[in-house]
């Protein structure tokens, strides 16, 4: 877990400053849109929906505007027709970039992800050419003082695949994709409430010294303030030497 933590403060200040720009509502009510248009507006027949909502809640999203996302997507006609794409690329020192979008006209929204890579020199890929070096995998974050033996148990009865520590003193569940939510829930109700997401976990990742990161950061920030652009994902590692360059601001 080394340079985890400090890599994903950096990372959650980012998320923070985008929700006060409105960009992550905004991103998440397009998903529960799509989600209910799909499956229906019952998320016990509805797991997609399911997971979005609970991603809703925890960016802290009203639940009357979960609800009126749900329903307009529930009853959407015509104008309601997005489709899931993800982009493949490479940033800096050759670091895997995944681009997950929802977008209503796919040649706009390939054309500002390549403009993206290519003027922060990276370089978008066919399909496939990054994608097998990640694998989806749910992750819970307890940041307080849980009890790790009791947390662990729990865990593991709920279908967990493994619990690390973090440099915060926290711990972090990791679960398979399918089973997220169910553990997710099932730790709730022992008790333990996190906060959770899902993810894409790298095989490998790429290690970059204070310059490169300055660099795959800057890719993130601009892929992210896409409108079309949901999530990205990278494998880009920076060691705690090179996150101590930067300072704690």
Request: hydrophobic share 40%; glycine share 10%.
């Amino acid at each position: 877990m080394a340079g985890h933590s400090k890599w994903a403060n950096i990372r959650h200040r980012k998320a923070a400053q985008d929700a006060k720009r409105g960009k992550i509502f905004t991103k998440i009510i397009r998903e529960l849109v799509v989600a209910a248009k799909e499956g229906g507006a019952d998320m016990n027949d509805n797991p997609k929906l399911r997971q979005v909502v609970d991603k809703a809640l925890g960016a802290n999203m009203k639940r009357d505007t979960i609800d009126k996302a749900i329903a307009r997507g529930a009853g959407a006609g015509d104008g309601e027709n997005y489709a899931e794409k993800t982009y493949e690329g490479y940033g800096v020192g050759g670091v895997a970039v995944l681009v997950k979008c929802l977008t209503d006209n796919v040649n706009r929204t390939v054309s500002e992800v390549r403009a993206a890579f290519s003027k922060n020199g990276g370089n978008l890929g066919t399909d496939g050419s990054v994608s097998y070096l990640f694998s989806h995998q749910g992750q819970i974050v307890f940041t307080g003082a849980a009890d790790e033996n009791a947390l662990l148990e729990a865990a593991l009865e709920a279908g967990a695949e493994d619990m690390l520590a973090t440099e915060e003193g926290g711990f972090i569940v990791q679960t398979a994709f399918v089973d997220y939510l169910s553990v997710k829930e099932t730790l709730c109700e022992a008790g333990f409430d996190g906060a959770g997401e899902l993810v894409m976990v790298p095989a490998t990742k790429v290690e970059l010294d204070r310059e490169g990161a300055i660099k795959i950061w800057h890719l993130i920030d601009v892929l992210e303030d896409l409108d079309d652009v949901q999530e990205v994902f990278t494998n880009a590692h920076v060691s705690d030497d090179v996150l101590a360059q930067f300072g704690e601001d």
